[in-house]
């Protein structure tokens, strides 16, 4: 069972390995986990207590979610089996390792199996980068779903239990883009038994050791990070309903728990801030006798309250409603002060309620340590052979230092599915699995090729106060503002790099996960470092868009967060004596962003001398805020109302391509689109050949095509547009000097390429880049 809750701070909870062990454990632990029932007979079982379906190879490497449950589920003692990517007409591939004794765990993989097969321009991807050979179509849509159901069907008797990304965004009634339509809660389409979202050790280490007790899954409604259908209201639960908790009240109303700390103690006529004693002498007495009197409020037992958000229909039949429900469920993640939540699906006798838990209670540094310390294999299954896995090979010389994000990006489902408090490794942790990437993994050449997470520069971060911490509901950190009770000191960071970098056989660490600057200009220290040790000749950052607008839809820092970092990043180069650039990422079309704030993002693209080479538009992802605001119109990040904030939304195909366009304004093939905009816009004087303008009035004779990076086969034939450009750029002393060679040079004219950028994070690992002596933007 969960520890109970403090008033003071998020409860704690039982340590991951403080339950007995399972008798199994006397089989000890296998060098794979199991595909096969040959594997099983090797390792002398006669069945497995759970087997593990994912849409995902099986790579034994911590960075992916089957090997970390698998491992962590094998050290509490249970036989772990894995079906790898089994196909799904029929429920026979679902029967290979027989029928498991406590039950099926289902998930997609480490992303959603819908982002992971379609663009977002809905185009299928023919590439897959978590399956053996980069090939697509190893896994069905919504293989969550999917899997679920054939489980079902190979065993009618077995608990299901859903879990991973895929599951956990669509735990309530959402938005599917795919299908343009809100859909219902995953667990009722699936009918599994129980749905963990979030990242589920904990709750699925206390399940499992509750199924292995005798306890029946129906009977399992009390374990934090879960949700299930309930055919019956909860008669033991105070219910609110939360339309009339997030809306004004008349003479008395209730406390708002959507207001910060501060602002409930105002509208009581109290302060959470400590009382300047001068100010509190002048202040007259009645005044301290109202204060007094209004400081005693009742509260509810927030264990024993649920809010209920409108119906799967109500949300579906009004935009409205569906805004509300989302910026509810935002609001109640908080570990230390969320309730309950619970949605009706169905009228009449079919209606069922989908309750979720609050969310589950982050693992403490020596938690993550004994996850993430399991004996990893650190390679693919043997099955696979010599197929390459692209995402293996991306991150087999990483190490994930945290989880956590409490940058709170609306476009963004990191802090929905992993949290805004940071959980963090030990050091000692961090560079012992330095030292066995070093000892045991193949090819190593003494490059770390990242330290990071989420976010590179978030670990040991956190609020300064945990009572502040277990109260506080605001979705982010650091917007509008870093907060000014979040610690934002980076030396632990600083004395990790310090130390990795240390080690013998160690010759570089990189850090490639995506840099939050807004944070790192508040360490200048810690830039430095960075700077002068770990950037491999280029920095990713992501400052999105330069407008307010969208920024504000975002919730990103305006565009001065970035020159300043920029600054500070030119600065500490120089001083190290390297040429090191900037990689910034930027999205098209995302909500609030207006036709007129594309053009000014393409006017500063092209005044800083980049270039787009991938780009990237919106992608409406479940349960993520800016989706809530495609949706709908409106703007979830305030109370919504019939009249409240209507937010500007790009759809149709036409638009969406306007918007690349201008992402990609150097680009002849987007010319004539840019043209007609700008004339329809007034903004004709951004046409025309001089360098002031944003592109030429002339058009090649030649069409080209665009060309994704990430498809080495579609390379682009000689004499196209783009191999024009390219080159042009190649041979002028400035990319914005757009006269035309009469003969395509192709022999020692290649130089370095000027800026390239890369666009919103998807999940997908990024195309591969050049060495950083080939990556050059110009200042």
């Not at 399992?220 to 033991?236: H, L, N, S």
């Not at 001083?575 to 053009?599: C, R």
């Not at 058009?699 to 682009?716: E, I, L, M, W």
Request: charged fraction near 25%; proline fraction near 7%.
């Amino acid at each position: 069972m969960n520890a109970p809750k403090s008033l003071f701070a998020i409860p704690q909870a039982p340590h991951l390995n403080s339950y007995p062990k399972y008798w199994a454990e006397c089989f000890g632990r296998a060098p794979f986990l199991p595909m096969s029932r040959n594997e099983m007979d090797q390792l002398g079982w006669d069945s497995c207590d759970i087997i593990l379906v994912t849409g995902d190879a099986y790579v034994d490497h911590p960075s992916f979610g089957m090997a970390i449950i698998g491992r962590l589920l094998e050290s509490q003692g249970f036989r772990v089996g894995i079906i790898s990517q089994p196909t799904w007409q029929n429920a026979e591939p679902f029967k290979t390792l027989g029928k498991p004794n406590l039950y099926f765990g289902v998930t997609a993989g480490n992303m959603d199996s819908m982002i992971n097969g379609y663009t977002a321009d809905r185009k299928i991807r023919k590439d897959d980068a978590y399956t053996a050979g980069g090939m697509g179509g190893k896994r069905p849509d919504r293989c969550s779903l999917v899997y679920a159901q054939r489980c079902q069907e190979a065993f009618p008797e077995v608990p299901i239990i859903m879990g991973g990304i895929e599951a956990s965004l669509r735990r309530i009634a959402h938005y599917d883009y795919w299908q343009d339509k809100v859909r219902r809660s995953i667990l009722i389409d699936a009918k599994a038994d129980i749905l963990l979202y979030g990242n589920a050790e904990r709750a699925l280490v206390e399940i499992s050791h509750r199924l292995a007790r005798g306890e029946k899954i129906r009977d399992i409604q009390d374990v934090r990070g879960t949700a299930f259908v309930r055919r019956k209201p909860a008669t033991d639960f105070l219910e609110i309903d939360s339309t009339q908790v997030d809306a004004p009240g008349k003479i008395d109303p209730p406390v708002n728990p959507y207001l910060m700390p501060d602002e409930q103690a105002a509208a009581q006529g109290e302060s959470c801030a400590k009382a300047n004693p001068d100010e509190t002498s002048q202040k007259p007495s009645s005044t301290q006798v109202v204060q007094i009197h209004l400081s005693t409020k009742k509260r509810l037992d927030r264990d024993r309250t649920v809010i209920r958000l409108p119906s799967y229909e109500a949300v579906k039949r009004d935009a409205v409603l569906y805004a509300h429900a989302s910026r509810i469920l935002h609001l109640e993640t908080n570990p230390g002060n969320a309730r309950a939540l619970v949605q009706q699906h169905g009228i009449g006798p079919s209606t069922r309620d989908v309750w979720l838990t609050p969310p589950p209670i982050p693992l403490t540094t020596e938690e993550m340590d004994f996850v993430f310390d399991q004996p990893y294999a650190r390679a693919p299954h043997p099955s696979y052979g010599d197929a390459k896995i692209p995402a293996w090979e991306m991150i087999r010389f990483s190490v994930n230092i945290m989880r956590g994000c409490f940058g709170g990006c609306t476009f963004c489902s990191i802090t929905e599915h992993e949290g805004r408090i940071i959980q963090n490794r030990s050091a000692n942790s961090i560079i012992k699995e330095i030292e066995d990437i070093r000892d045991k993994v193949p090819g190593f050449t003494g490059v770390i090729s990242d330290l990071g997470g989420p976010t590179a520069n978030m670990y040991r971060i956190a609020c300064k106060s945990k009572e502040i911490e277990a109260h506080c509901r605001k979705p982010s950190c650091v917007y509008p503002d870093v907060c000014p009770n979040l610690n934002t000191d980076h030396t632990p960071l600083i004395q990790l790099y310090r130390r990795a970098r240390g080690l013998p056989g160690v010759k570089k660490i990189l850090i490639s996960s995506g840099l939050r600057y807004d944070l790192a200009v508040k360490a200048p220290a810690y830039i430095k470092e960075l700077v002068t040790h770990h950037v491999g000749g280029y920095l990713k950052i992501a400052p999105e868009h330069t407008e307010g607008g969208p920024l504000s839809k975002m919730m990103k820092p305006g565009i001065g967060s970035y020159n300043k970092f920029k600054e500070l990043f030119d600065k500490y180069s120089k001083e190290a004596g390297k040429e090191q650039y900037l990689i910034p990422y930027f999205i098209a079309a995302h909500p609030g962003t207006s036709d007129e704030d594309m053009m000014h993002l393409a006017i500063w693209l092209k005044q800083n001398n980049f270039r787009a080479d991938q780009v990237q538009t919106f992608y409406p992802s479940p349960m993520a805020t800016a989706t809530a605001m495609y949706h709908t119109n409106k703007n979830p990040l305030r109370k919504v109302t019939q009249d409240s904030e209507s937010v500007d939304i790009v759809r149709g195909e036409k638009r969406r391509r306007l918007h690349k366009a201008f992402l990609r304004y150097h680009d002849a093939n987007n010319w004539p689109l840019l043209r007609d905009a700008l004339k329809k816009m007034g903004r004709a004087d951004l046409i025309g050949n001089g360098k002031h303008h944003l592109i030429p009035s002339y058009q090649p004779q030649t069409d080209g095509s665009y060309q994704s990076s990430r498809k080495k086969n579609s390379s682009q034939p000689l004499g196209s547009a783009k191999a024009v450009l390219r080159t042009r750029s190649q041979i002028a002393p400035n990319p914005r000097d757009f006269t035309i060679p009469e003969k395509v040079k192709t022999k020692n004219t290649a130089q370095p390429t000027r800026g390239r950028i890369l666009t919103q994070h998807t999940g997908l690992p990024p195309r591969s880049m050049r060495s950083s002596k080939s990556i050059k933007t110009a200042k």
